[in-house]
């Protein structure tokens, strides 16, 4: 029995898209391709993997016991082959990153030029989730995520903290004036996230000293959208300072209420899959942000 590593990659994207369609869209393959591969390894292993349900592919107990080790293997392999590429000099190959929109837009993209002429060879896949994502379902090598972590089977390295301010354009202060305290705050049209409502806490104390929840005139779950909303003048906003540093330069939004606002920020982290081996092209795009956004304007 020689299980081939194609048929272990047709059974990981099976396992984690749920169905052989998604899986042969994912894989650029076509679905008979993946059928075939999927029973081969069935056959040479002697036991289903995975059975039917309604509405998706499930594992069988020896599927789930299994699945575990599929992926130990790709992990092993891509871990070699990094390393031989790395002895080599160069680093190559694909590497996926997610990040929220903001952060996406306003702090990794303007840094991907300098990444990219130190490893040109590294073909870079950007992707934005607003929260957090399971990354080995959305096909991501690494992400980095703005907040506190609580996932124990993700590795996490922090890069740093951004500090919280609040902000409004100036037309909109000029249209329903400038508060002046937390009461008065409260009176005003407040932009805020749909979820997670851990996100609606504003760096400022009530009168028992407790941190401001605002219940928001305006939701979204886009920190991006929230921001356009702030600048169009529909209200005051909280941001950590990566997303707005620029339009506070420029003035197009600006502070509100600093002499009340209490110093808070938020952690950045690089989070990735916890395996027994780093890929080389993950270790060096963590350790680029590691050295890159400490020379931020905006990192508190």
Same mark, same amino acid.
């Given at each position: ?107 990794? /993209? ?33 992400? /980095? ?10 590795? #996490? ?11 409004? #354009? ?11 305290? /937390? ?10 996230? #749909? ?90 795009? /963590? ?14």
């Amino acid at each position: 029995m020689k299980i081939e590593l194609e048929e272990l990659v047709v059974f990981l994207a099976i396992v984690d898209t749920g169905s052989m369609t998604a899986a042969a869209e994912r894989l650029g393959q076509p679905v008979s391709t993946v059928s075939r591969l999927l029973g081969r390894l069935e056959e040479k292993l002697a036991t289903p993997l995975l059975r039917r349900t309604t509405r998706r592919l499930d594992l069988t107990d020896e599927g789930d016991a299994f699945v575990g080790d599929a992926r130990g293997i790709l992990h092993a392999v891509q871990a070699a082959e990094d390393r031989l590429v790395e002895r080599r000099g160069q680093l190559s190959g694909q590497l996926r990153i997610d990040a929220a929109t903001p952060f996406m837009l306003h702090v990794l /993209v303007p840094l991907i030029p300098e990444y990219r002429a130190l490893h040109p060879n590294v073909t870079l896949t950007l992707s934005s989730n607003e929260g957090f994502i399971d990354l080995l379902e959305r096909r991501v090598d690494l992400a /980095v995520r703005i907040g506190e972590l609580k996932d124990s089977t993700l590795h #996490s390295r922090l890069l740093g903290h951004a500090r919280l301010r609040l902000v409004a #354009s100036p037309d909109y202060l000029r249209w329903r004036g400038t508060p002046k305290d /937390v009461e008065d705050l409260l009176r005003h049209e407040l932009l805020g996230f #749909s979820e997670p409502d851990s996100l609606n806490v504003w760096p400022l104390r009530d009168l028992e000293g407790r941190r401001v929840r605002i219940k928001p005139t305006l939701k979204s779950s886009s920190g991006e959208t929230l921001c356009q909303l702030a600048l169009q003048g529909m209200g005051i906003a909280s941001f950590s300072d990566f997303h707005t540093s620029s339009e506070l330069a420029a003035g197009r939004l600006v502070e509100v209420l600093p002499e009340l606002t209490i110093p808070a920020s938020r952690p950045i982290h690089a989070v990735y899959y916890r395996q027994s081996a780093v890929s080389a092209k993950i270790e060096s795009m /963590v350790n680029y942000l590691a050295q890159a956004l400490p020379r931020q304007p905006w990192m508190a």
